[in-house]
């Protein structure tokens, strides 16, 4: 069964280095997606990305976040500046065509700033 | 604002037993529901959707929901737990409006042999 793969599944930076996750969506899917996840708290989604151009963001998603989809395979969010705060879980997330369609969730990278 | 609530931290159930996780929401005109699950060191895996139609939904595992719409919840259940049905359990609303999914806190389900 087809699988959202991400790497590397922790990555651990100096405050203020700037960090790339990797994810390789599901083939046929077309709709890709961050949330992050940190420590005891909820899944917050952070954007998501269709037709090369982000469609949707939210507040966390600042200038300090961006996302890309380089080749025709890997899709990647990049923070610029890490922060203490960053720390969390972030999941890569894809979804066929359809409005109705489920997100099918890789299984995370554990970002620890230090 | 357009939330998810999950207001029990964890369920304990024996095997065999049947279980209930619940979720209610808040959101504006119709939504689009979910339930997915998390086993240690995993993604989240997608169990069951409601989008419209039958309030009742199967999903994997031999997992259900029920909608309903006038107490605005979405519960989880399954007639005989097992114990490998241990593990995190996340609802999650989409708003008919946006593309993205809104979590709730999570329950951590434990089944007792």
């Known amino acids: 069964e087809p699988e959202v793969t991400q790497t590397p599944s922790h990555q651990v930076t100096q405050m203020g280095q700037e960090v790339i996750l990797r994810c390789v969506p599901i083939?046929?899917?077309?709709?890709f997606y961050w949330y992050r996840q940190i420590l005891g708290q909820k899944v917050e989604f952070l954007v998501s990305f269709y037709n090369n151009e982000i469609s949707e963001k939210s507040e966390i998603f600042d200038d300090q976040f961006s996302v890309e989809r380089p080749d025709g395979s890997n899709f990647t969010l990049k923070i610029r500046s890490t922060k203490l705060e960053d720390s969390a879980m972030y999941f890569c997330a894809s979804r066929e065509a359809g409005v109705y369609n489920e997100q099918f969730f890789g299984p995370g990278t554990r970002l620890t700033v230090l | 604002a357009q939330s998810v609530a999950q207001p029990e931290d964890q369920v304990n159930v024996a095997e065999g037993n049947p279980l209930t996780v619940k979720c209610t929401y808040s959101?504006?005109?119709?939504?689009?529901l979910f339930w997915y699950v998390q086993y240690p060191n995993r993604g989240l895996q997608f169990l069951l959707k409601y989008i419209t139609g039958d309030n009742l939904v199967k999903g994997s595992y031999g997992f259900e929901a029920e909608f309903n719409k006038s107490q605005t919840s979405f519960h989880l259940k399954k007639p005989s737990a097992l114990v490998s049905d241990s593990a995190l359990y996340f609802c999650?609303?989409?708003?008919?409006?946006?593309?993205?999914?809104?979590f709730g806190t999570g329950t951590r389900l434990q089944v007792f042999p």
């Open positions: 083939s046929n899917h077309l709709y």
């Open positions: 959101v504006s005109g119709n939504p689009y």
């Open positions: 999650a609303v989409r708003p008919y409006n946006t593309d993205k999914l809104i």
